[in-house]
């Protein structure tokens, strides 16, 4: 669906985003997850066609942005960021005037606004002006107008930024429901946001990609191991030696502040765990507690992005 | 053509919800319909003088005296008032943001901008439309030449369009609105006293900027002549900043 290749965006000597290439199949639901300024906007800014990249190509159904603009905008819903929207208008008026604009007239033009006011849940609200609704309903009626004439693609620029608890996840709803056929494109710097919607997740950092993949293989692939949590009742100096000891462990570090409990890094064999309780009991010392610890995306993301900084190590040990 | 008609619907409804227009038109009536009154008034006083006086009446004449000040005075209204309808188009769309949704609507920047040019000039039509009244009140006096009123109304809806026009570029390089408009009137301003300094300069450069100066143009509409070098001047002064303005909407696909 989308094929971008080494995109790179100068904004004057510097640069936005470098040599990004990225393919997005068809019907997914992709998340752009980095911390501000990491270019997420750019990339999505260059997808409609508002700007165009320095050097790079970008495709939308094998269509040129540089070069066919107008039919790539034809195939895509955007709602920017921060949601901008003429709030002079009513929610009526402005989505007739999107409807128009985006080419769809006559009949079609009532059926098409109620379709989309039915799907936001704006039904109740279409004679009121924009600038009187809650931000909520606005991002709702950002919606609206990106669905409106149902393009094969939804970009949507943090759509959930600036709700409350209970709007972010309505809106949520709203999107994994516009999903479905569709394929959607998604940025933001909420981390819970991306496990819970997407099926692929890019990870951006100053202008590059740092990690592409699903959720769930980020998580794991970090680990680079497995992580244990023990809590044996035993001598602590023996228990921690013999921990030590074991073939493929590679570090043991005590829980700070809880005496008794380890965390014990290993490498990748599933026969460790049970191997490590067996080792425990036969050495007449009282488990009292076993765990498998899973890296959250969360911790993917800091190791990711501090990767760089000099930091390593400090998140993930 | 959709996407024309479209953004000339949003901005007739933009305009006649905002206040800016009602205020506009209000000024521009008031004003127009005080200056019609005096002109009028004086014009009927000295006939009533003429009366006496039958030296006096031969000098006497309608179109001299009242319908080419009437014009001039129109001129100067809207020099004053379209800056304040233009510049709002593209400032207000860049500082809300919603310019990046216009802009990634599957139509083109052209498009976009014969709409918002279109709309501003039916406001215009319209607010001149109000002062048609005046001259059928004049009707009822005396024995108007209707032609002559055709060419002047021709020449302002024609200044109407340059000025529209340049505040349209004005309104798409910043966006502050009162950047906008300021700029605009400045110059406006300027393009209309051009002229002046045709006395001073010598004779050919003279005549450049005679011929340059926005406001000289009118006089021969408010003659009733429809000379096609003052038509090619308004439209090419026009086309000239509606070209430029689509050149710096294009400079964002560049510049940093």
Redesign the interface.
């Known amino acids: 669906m989308i094929h971008i290749e080494e995109l790179t965006k ?3 000597l ?1 640069p936005a985003i470098q040599d990004i290439s990225l393919d997005i199949e068809q019907g997914k639901i992709v998340g752009l997850l980095g911390p501000n300024g990491a270019g997420k906007t750019t990339i999505l ?1 260059i997808l ?5 990249p320095t050097a790079g190509r970008v495709t939308v159904d094998g269509l040129d942005c540089r070069t066919q603009a ?2 790539v ?2 195939r ?1 819903g ?1 709602l ?3 949601v ?6 009513s929610v009526q ?1 402005f989505l007739g ?2 409807a ?4 769809v ?1 006559g009949a079609m033009l009532q059926r098409e606004t109620d379709r989309v006011v039915e799907a936001c849940g704006l039904q109740e609200h279409r004679k009121r ?1 924009i600038k009187h609704l809650s931000k909520g309903l606005k991002q709702r009626v950002g919606l609206a ?1 990106a669905l409106l004439k149902d393009p094969p693609l939804l970009i949507l620029d943090e759509p959930t930024t600036g709700l409350d608890p209970a709007q972010i996840i309505e809106v949520r709803n709203l999107i994994r429901q516009l999903g479905g056929e569709r394929t959607v494109l998604l940025s933001t710097h909420i981390l819970p946001e991306v496990s819970q919607l997407c099926e692929r997740v890019v990870i951006l950092h100053k202008g590059r990609v740092r990690k592409e993949d699903t959720p769930a293989n980020l998580a794991q692939d970090i680990q680079q191991g497995f992580r244990t949590q023990l809590s044996v009742d035993g001598p602590q100096e023996a228990v921690q030696k013999a921990l030590a000891d074991m073939k493929g462990v590679s570090d043991v570090q005590p829980m700070e502040g809880r005496s008794g409990e380890w965390m014990v890094q290993s490498e990748g064999d599933p026969a460790l765990r049970p191997q490590m309780a067996r080792m425990v009991v036969e050495s007449g010392w009282g488990l009292r507690e076993m765990r498998a610890i899973e890296l959250s995306l969360e911790e993917v993301f800091v190791h990711l992005v501090t990767e760089e900084s000099g930091e390593e190590g400090e998140h993930v040990s | 053509m959709r996407g024309i008609s479209g953004v000339f619907r949003k901005e007739i409804t933009i305009a006649f919800v905002s206040p800016i227009f009602y205020a506009a038109c209000f000024i521009f009536l008031l004003l127009s319909g005080y200056f019609f009154y005096s002109t009028t008034a004086y014009f009927s006083l000295l006939s009533f003088q003429a009366a006496q006086n039958p030296f006096l009446s031969e000098s006497l004449n309608l179109t001299d005296m009242v319908i080419k000040p009437f014009f001039g005075d129109l001129a100067v209204i809207l020099l004053l008032m379209l800056p304040l309808l233009t510049m709002r188009l593209y400032a207000e769309e860049k500082k809300s943001g919603t310019i990046e949704l216009l802009f990634t609507y599957p139509v083109s920047d052209a498009s976009v901008l014969a709409g918002k040019f279109a709309a501003t000039m039916a406001l215009v039509l319209l607010m001149l439309a109000g002062t048609i009244p005046f001259m059928i009140i004049l009707e009822t006096m005396v024995d108007l030449e209707w032609g002559l009123l055709g060419a002047g109304y021709l020449g302002v809806v024609l200044l109407g369009a340059s000025f529209i026009a340049l505040g349209i570029f004005t309104s798409s390089v910043t966006e502050n609105q009162i950047v906008a408009a300021v700029v605009s009137f400045g110059a406006l301003l300027m393009f209309w006293a051009l002229g002046w300094a045709q006395s001073v300069t010598g004779p050919t450069f003279g005549a450049v900027l005679g011929h340059l100066s926005i406001v000289d143009h009118l006089d021969r509409f408010t003659q009733g002549l429809i000379d096609t070098r003052d038509v090619v001047f308004y439209a090419l002064f026009t086309l000239f900043w509606l070209f430029l303005t689509l050149r710096f909407l294009n400079s964002r696909f560049w510049r940093g």
């Open positions: 100068y904004y004057g510097k800014r409609t066609c508002y700007m165009q107008l039919e905008r034809k895509l955007f920017p960021e921060n901008p929207l003429y709030v002079d208008l008026a005037f999107a128009t604009i985006k080419g007239s002006l107008q």
